[in-house]
């Protein structure tokens, strides 16, 4: 089994410290079976996490993965420890293809999903993110990624006192969770299916033990407000990482941009103005690289390095991303 990785280049990719984002890894050995492909990750393991570790995003292409359990069984020869949508606190509609594979987001082909960080509005949150796409758009419907450490040293650059009051206060986000599945919101899974419960009591008893304030709504939706929770992380090699929801709450979620704070505010509730947030969603463009989608494409995402969205697609086609996600081992 080779141990060579050959890399490949784009016009648009980024370079931070003569080091590709992405990086993009093809398959330059003729490898034909997705058990060789998983033989492959496991001689050049080691390699692979390193790449990660330092770009934030892995994109693999060429690569033979043709079907939902394909993308199941190449991912899971990474090694993480799966975190399943079932025990996530996630906001969006999803449906399972397996266990561990699920759709990315079911909301309308419209909707644009800002970047963020993966359940980093939720006190649970994975570590590592596969995205595989099985169908491409015919147009559009690429998904973005964005360097969160690089938009930190840009925000102490020229808002030292945000990026300051960022990370000393935290963050606290306000959702509110409908009775049933709203499958045309970008946030439309019902508190039933987010809190893995099926009467108000187990609601409540989870809710409680999350840390979360709470008000239930006349027409059976849940109304429900974190613990503090961090706006800024520092990773183990000391890189501090702007790790929220910020920019997809206030861009995207219903309401937001009229009043954030209807949905987010500092630790300390006091409010983050909406010019703030208008910075830091300009800043975060400096730093986003669309991956536009090949069919059978694989992009695997270190969730605390880097954000995720998606735009808006139209056509015929259906666009199909699947994804698996992952907890560190």
Known sequence: MSTTIHFAQVETQHQYDGLDFPR????QDQIESVDLACDWVTA????????????????????PLHS????????????????????????????NFTERVFTANEAPKDVEIFLHHEMAQTPISPDKLFFFCLSPADQGGAT????????????????????????????????????????????????????????????EEKLSQLGYSWEWLSDGGLKATTPILPAVVELENGIKVFYNQLIAAYM?????????????????????????LELINSLSGEFTFDVDWQAADMALVDNHMAMHGRRPYSGES???VLVALGKND
């Open 144 to 203: 973005p990624v964005c360097r969160s450490d690089r938009l930190f040293q840009k925000m102490q650059d020229v808002a030292p006192e945000l990026a300051q009051a960022m990370e000393k206060k935290g963050l606290k986000y306000t959702t509110t969770m409908p009775g049933e599945n709203d499958e045309n919101s970008g946030q439309g899974r019902s508190w039933k299916s987010t809190l893995d419960c099926t009467s108000i009591a187990d609601a």
């Open 24 to 27: 993009i890894v093809t398959n």
């Open 68 to 95: 939902a359990e394909d993308f199941d069984k190449f991912s899971a020869a990474f090694g993480f420890e799966p975190f399943t949508y079932k025990e996530s606190l996630s906001n969006a509609v999803r449906i």
């Open 318 to 320: 259906k666009r199909q």
């Open 252 to 276: 995207g979620w219903k309401g937001v941009r009229e009043n954030p704070s209807k949905a987010i505010t500092y630790g300390d509730n006091s409010l983050i103005s909406a010019e703030d």
């Open 44 to 63: 050049n393991l080691a390699q692979l996490k390193k790449e990660l570790a330092q770009s934030g995003v892995v994109l693999f292409r060429g690569f």
